[in-house]
């Protein structure tokens, strides 16, 4: 079992000043590799765990300090749908396994928890299943070796803070939550079950979370806007920010997101001047991306430290 891989932990490493690298696209990659619409890929991690490895040190080589693992989508409640809730715990385990033998000693692990695809709001879904299937997830991606728990592409806050307890209740893992926000007509963000930048920090701070922040759903420039207003909001908690390479576009038949290496790239500064300390990618993004992104910010790195 491993419980705590490195002898600091993230929080120590972001008290030393430097802005990290997280890694970027999983899904993106997973689906370069053949992964098909409708497949499960959290399966992937038995089925192809060579290919998942290859894609968590493509990440490594490219130069991140955090990778994920193949795990977003693996609670049980949302593996129901591909007939393996029985197996949520295997296969969070096996997806921190690859991920911890990718990053060696020197990469962060993050285990990636997404949400459930349920709406408490409409009754399908009680709280405490929420937070079982949550609890056993954690569990198991802190066996396999995570260094800390990542809940991410939040949209309701009640299933954040579920998520982010089942976290601090049951590992010894600090816990990063991420949300993502939508720009309203009038300029404010929120999520689309209309969850603030002020109502997500409140929660997350009761709740414990270490570290937050927002990914997907928007281009680069617009996540520029939501980590200055986070930061806003706290000066002083470590900010994650992961950009999609744009909004989708459907070209022939095919998903392309439009923004390029160069122009994420050109804005990278301006996430550092707002106040960011994590900066990754989310859909879209692939380790030529996070190559680039590492270049500018260890310049930035070693002209600051």
Same mark, same amino acid.
């Given at each position: ?13 972001l ?12 899904g993106?990659?997973?689906?370069r ?19 998942v490895? =290859? ?6 080589e490219? *130069? %991140?300090? !955090? @990778?994920?693992? $193949?795990?977003?989508? &693996?609670n049980?409640i949302?593996?129901?749908e ?12 096996k997806?921190?396994q ?25 009754g399908e ?14 569990i ?17 806050l009640?299933?954040a803070r579920?998520a982010?307890?089942a ?7 600090p ?9 309203s ?5 929120y999520?689309?079950?209309g969850?603030?930048p002020? =109502? ?7 709740? *414990? %979370?270490? !570290? @937050?922040?927002? $990914?997907?759903?928007? &281009? ?8 200055a207003?986070?930061?806003?909001l706290?000066?002083?908690?470590p900010?994650?920010?992961?950009s999609?390479?744009?909004l989708?576009?459907?070209?022939d038949g ?10 994420m ?7 550092i ?6 900066i ?10 996070i ?6 910010i ?5 002209e600051?430290l």
């Open positions: 079992m491993f419980m705590g891989f490195f002898m600091r932990s993230i929080i120590d490493e008290k030393t000043g430097k802005v990290l690298a997280s890694d970027g696209a999983w993106t990659m997973l689906h590799f053949g992964l098909q619409p409708g497949e499960c890929p959290e399966l992937w991690c038995e089925t192809h765990p060579d290919v490895k =290859q894609i968590a040190e493509s990440y490594v490219a *130069g %991140a300090d !955090i @990778i994920e693992t $193949n795990s977003f989508g &693996g049980s949302r593996l129901k591909f007939g393996l809730e029985n197996r949520a715990s295997e296969l969070n385990e997806a921190a690859i991920s911890r033998k990718a990053a060696g000693d020197d990469v962060f692990v993050f285990g990636s928890v997404g949400p459930t695809g349920k709406m408490l709001l409409m879904i009680t709280e405490e299943e929420m937070y079982k299937s949550f609890r056993e997830q954690v198991a991606l802190e066996r396999g070796g995570a260094d800390a728990i990542c809940v991410e592409t939040m949209l309701d009640t299933e579920l982010v307890r976290a601090r209740e049951n590992t010894r893992l816990v990063a939550c991420t949300m993502t926000f939508q720009k007509a009038t300029g404010e963000f999520t689309v079950m969850v603030s002020e =109502q997500m920090i409140d929660g997350m701070h009761r709740e *414990g %979370a270490s !570290i @937050i922040g927002s $990914n997907c759903g928007n &281009g680069i420039q617009i996540m520029v806007e939501i980590a207003v986070l930061r806003s706290d000066p002083q908690i900010l994650m920010i992961q999609n390479a744009g989708p576009e459907n070209r095919k998903t392309i997101y439009p923004e390029t290496v160069d122009f790239s050109s804005h990278i500064p301006a996430l001047e707002a106040g960011v300390n994590i990754g990618g989310c859909c879209g993004t692939t380790p030529e991306y190559k680039n992104f590492v270049q500018i260890r310049k930035h790195n070693s600051k």
